[in-house]
């Protein structure tokens, strides 16, 4: 997902913690003045932090297009959408600064690799047909997470999710309507979009982590209900969900164990490669490299920018000071 | 996919209407370039929306002169041009180049814009008039913007004073195109259509001068003003690269009816 393998921290059992408890077993929300549990605050930087992460290093695979689309719809859509993302990006930042972490410190951690982003953005946007499958897969799948979000603990964080929720599901219809385009138009469009399912297939499956039936850090999670679902919950449900869409659109899910399974009521099909994600999250992905020298190169090019506006706004303040 | 045929000579009224689609076009092309790029996340925001505006804009005044020149739409005008066909002030053409080169371009051109779009609310054509009421506010928010930008940085750090004053020496020379009149404005301002562009010179002034005070920026002497890009007689050489990457993807697929 857009926080991928973040790491819980366990409670202590103070009375202070039991109390906490009980008051998210009570579905109560925890407000930035609330006493928590630092383990709580801790869990929750990580991963709002990850998530802002991967909305602002998101805007790069698709921003690659915006000057290539091919219509001046497509251009206007594309822009709405990597506002909407960096507009995600802010709102996420705003909510973790409610726990006492700066933007810019995030930031720093983030381009230094002390932080992470989602997998899915190390891979490459190649053709026309990619915005398509992003929207769609992509998308897809984390409204799949962060739906379930929007009832998290945390208030500030599920607020955020209200708002990202709702353009979220705009990304994914207008991502399958580029798909539709592509699947119904000439013989080179349809290559592309199967082109784009084959390469976004697995790592699409690959953002909502690996199975966590066995980590002790999802369980903690999912106790301070900051984690809704299982991954595995997740990742079936998307696959439920998405195999019947490529069916309409005439492409071929690139699994050939991939079959519906009547007595569960669901789809089996073949695991990602967990190898190539430990990989990738870990920088070794395909464009990982290319995506944090972009962030580095725009923040190194850009401190003059916010230098010259603090220095602008410290010379008002002073101004007006003066003239009280 | 070949470029398009438009009629020789252009009708005036599709000269006017490609003069202010291609400027819109092209400028907006060229903040999009910033997208995920920008020195902060509120500039990502800010540049994407100003870029989102320039190009709806664009499908207003490009699908007006497509009725104009015969050609399919808008997107027939805007991706099956080649640069000589292009009707935009050389101003908006010019690279991105570092951040103050991008915001002092858009300040220049936002002075000249807002003027001329209030003044094309009372147009004698409905459609110009309503074209430019709706990109009227839109572009009021890019001029309080650009120009907030140029104060602050001009009077901000040395280095962003020093940077906005090499932005403001090396784009000034394209101002003078803005207020250029010829043959097709004469014929829209007799028609009651649009007023001739040195009318909008006072008002630019009377934002831009201030401002540029304000911002203790200093323009150049110039002996000779850069012209060509709205008569399509002289583009500069960034154009043709920037239509390389924006028409690279229809002229390669023909065929394709539908993206």
């Given at each position: 997902?857009?926080?991928?393998?973040?790491?819980?921290?366990?409670?202590s059992?103070?009375?202070?913690?039991?109390?906490?408890?009980?008051?998210?077993d009570?579905?109560?929300?925890?407000?930035?003045?609330?006493?928590?549990?630092?383990?709580?605050?801790?869990?929750?930087?990580?991963?709002?932090?990850?998530?802002?992460?991967?909305?602002?290093?998101?805007?790069?695979?698709?921003?690659?297009?915006?000057?290539?689309?091919?219509t001046?719809?497509?251009k206007?859509?594309l822009?709405?959408?990597?506002?909407?993302?960096?507009?995600?990006?802010?709102?996420?930042?705003?909510?973790a600064?409610?726990?006492?972490?700066?933007?810019?410190?995030?930031?720093?951690?983030l381009?230094?690799g002390r932080?992470?982003?989602?997998?899915?953005?190390?891979?490459?946007t190649?053709?026309?047909?990619?915005?398509g499958?992003?929207?769609?897969?992509?998308?897809?799948?984390a409204?799949?997470?962060?739906?379930?979000?929007?009832?998290t603990?945390?208030?500030?964080?599920?607020?955020?999710?209200?708002?990202?929720?709702k353009?979220?599901?705009?990304?994914?219809?207008?991502?399958?309507?580029?798909?539709m385009k592509?699947?119904?138009?000439?013989?080179?469009?349809?290559?592309?979009?199967?082109d784009?399912?084959?390469?976004?297939?697995?790592?699409?499956?690959?953002?909502?982590?690996?199975?966590?039936a066995?980590?002790v850090h999802?369980?903690?999670?999912?106790?301070?209900r900051?984690?809704?679902?299982?991954?595995?919950?997740?990742?079936?449900?998307?696959?439920?969900?998405?195999?019947?869409?490529?069916?309409?659109l005439?492409?071929?899910?690139?699994?050939?164990?991939l079959?519906?399974?009547?007595?569960?009521?669901?789809?089996?099909?073949?695991e990602?490669?967990?190898?190539?994600?430990?990989?990738?999250l870990?920088?070794?992905?395909?464009?990982?490299?290319?995506?944090?020298?972009?962030?580095?190169?725009?923040?190194?090019?850009?401190?003059?920018?916010?230098?010259?506006l603090?220095?602008?706004?410290?010379?008002?303040?002073a101004?007006?000071l003066?003239a009280? | 996919?070949?470029?398009?045929?438009?009629?020789?000579?252009?009708?005036?009224?599709?000269?006017?209407?490609?003069?202010?689609?291609?400027?819109?076009?092209v400028l907006?092309?060229?903040?999009?370039?910033?997208?995920?790029?920008?020195?902060?996340?509120?500039e990502?925001v800010?540049l994407?929306?100003?870029?989102?505006?320039?190009?709806g804009?664009?499908?207003?005044w490009?699908?007006y002169?497509?009725?104009?020149?015969g050609?399919?739409?808008?997107?027939?005008?805007?991706?099956?041009?080649?640069?000589?066909?292009f009707?935009?002030?050389?101003?908006v053409?010019?690279?991105?180049?570092?951040?103050?080169?991008?915001?002092?371009?858009?300040?220049?051109?936002?002075?000249?814009?807002?003027?001329r779009?209030d003044r094309?609310t009372?147009s004698?054509?409905?459609?110009?008039?309503?074209i430019?009421?709706?990109?009227?506010?839109?572009v009021?928010?890019h001029?309080?913007?650009?120009?907030?930008?140029?104060?602050a940085?001009?009077?901000?750090?040395?280095?962003?004073?020093?940077?906005?004053?090499?932005?403001?020496?090396?784009?000034?020379?394209y101002?003078?195109?803005?207020?250029?009149?010829?043959?097709?404005?004469?014929?829209?301002?007799?028609?009651?259509?649009?007023?001739?562009?040195?009318?909008?010179r006072?008002?630019w002034?009377a934002?831009?001068?201030?401002?540029?005070?304000?911002?203790?920026?200093?323009?150049?002497?110039?002996?000779?003003?850069?012209?060509?890009?709205?008569?399509?007689?002289?583009?500069?050489?960034h154009?043709?690269?920037?239509?390389a990457?924006?028409?690279?993807?229809?002229?390669?697929?023909p065929d394709?009816?539908?993206?």
């Amino acid at each position: 997902m857009y926080a991928q393998l973040v790491k819980s921290e366990a409670s202590s059992e103070t009375q202070a913690d039991r109390d906490f408890q009980a008051r998210i077993d009570r579905g109560d929300t925890i407000e930035p003045k609330d006493w928590m549990p630092e383990g709580y605050r801790r869990t929750l930087i990580r991963q709002i932090g990850q998530h802002a992460h991967s909305e602002i290093v998101g805007q790069l695979p698709e921003g690659n297009w915006i000057t290539r689309a091919p219509t001046l719809e497509r251009k206007a859509i594309l822009l709405a959408k990597v506002q909407d993302e960096a507009g995600h990006g802010l709102y996420l930042y705003c909510a973790a600064e409610t726990l006492g972490v700066s933007r810019d410190d995030l930031t720093r951690q983030l381009l230094d690799g002390r932080m992470k982003y989602s997998s899915i953005f190390s891979y490459p946007t190649l053709t026309w047909a990619d915005m398509g499958a992003v929207g769609w897969l992509v998308d897809g799948a984390a409204i799949m997470n962060q739906v379930p979000l929007q009832r998290t603990s945390y208030g500030p964080y599920a607020r955020a999710m209200v708002r990202i929720c709702k353009e979220e599901s705009f990304h994914q219809r207008q991502g399958f309507d580029v798909m539709m385009k592509m699947a119904n138009g000439t013989s080179a469009q349809r290559r592309m979009a199967q082109d784009a399912l084959d390469r976004f297939w697995f790592p699409a499956l690959m953002m909502f982590g690996p199975s966590d039936a066995e980590s002790v850090h999802s369980a903690q999670s999912m106790r301070w209900r900051i984690k809704m679902n299982t991954n595995d919950e997740l990742r079936q449900k998307f696959v439920d969900q998405t195999v019947p869409q490529a069916e309409y659109l005439g492409l071929t899910v690139p699994d050939p164990d991939l079959a519906w399974n009547e007595e569960t009521g669901h789809y089996d099909f073949t695991e990602p490669d967990w190898d190539e994600f430990f990989a990738v999250l870990k920088g070794d992905g395909p464009c990982s490299a290319d995506r944090i020298d972009a962030k580095r190169k725009a923040w190194d090019d850009g401190a003059w920018v916010r230098e010259g506006l603090m220095a602008h706004a410290a010379k008002k303040a002073a101004a007006a000071l003066a003239a009280e | 996919m070949g470029a398009i045929a438009l009629p020789d000579p252009l009708p005036a009224k599709a000269e006017f209407l490609l003069r202010m689609g291609d400027a819109t076009l092209v400028l907006g092309h060229r903040i999009s370039e910033w997208c995920g790029h920008a020195p902060a996340l509120e500039e990502d925001v800010a540049l994407a929306n100003v870029a989102l505006d320039l190009i709806g804009q664009t499908q207003l005044w490009l699908g007006y002169a497509a009725e104009e020149t015969g050609a399919a739409d808008a997107d027939a005008l805007a991706f099956r041009r080649d640069v000589w066909d292009f009707r935009n002030p050389l101003l908006v053409e010019r690279p991105n180049g570092d951040f103050a080169h991008t915001i002092l371009r858009s300040f220049l051109f936002d002075a000249w814009h807002l003027p001329r779009l209030d003044r094309l609310t009372g147009s004698a054509d409905d459609r110009v008039a309503g074209i430019a009421a709706k990109a009227a506010k839109e572009v009021a928010y890019h001029l309080e913007r650009s120009r907030g930008l140029v104060v602050a940085l001009g009077d901000g750090t040395a280095e962003s004073h020093d940077r906005m004053q090499a932005a403001l020496d090396r784009l000034w020379p394209y101002a003078g195109e803005l207020f250029e009149t010829d043959a097709t404005d004469a014929a829209m301002a007799e028609a009651g259509v649009a007023d001739e562009p040195p009318a909008l010179r006072p008002a630019w002034e009377a934002t831009v001068l201030p401002a540029l005070a304000a911002a203790t920026l200093a323009p150049p002497e110039v002996v000779r003003f850069q012209a060509g890009g709205r008569t399509g007689r002289r583009h500069t050489e960034h154009l043709g690269p920037m239509l390389a990457q924006m028409q690279w993807l229809q002229r390669s697929y023909p065929d394709a009816s539908a993206w």
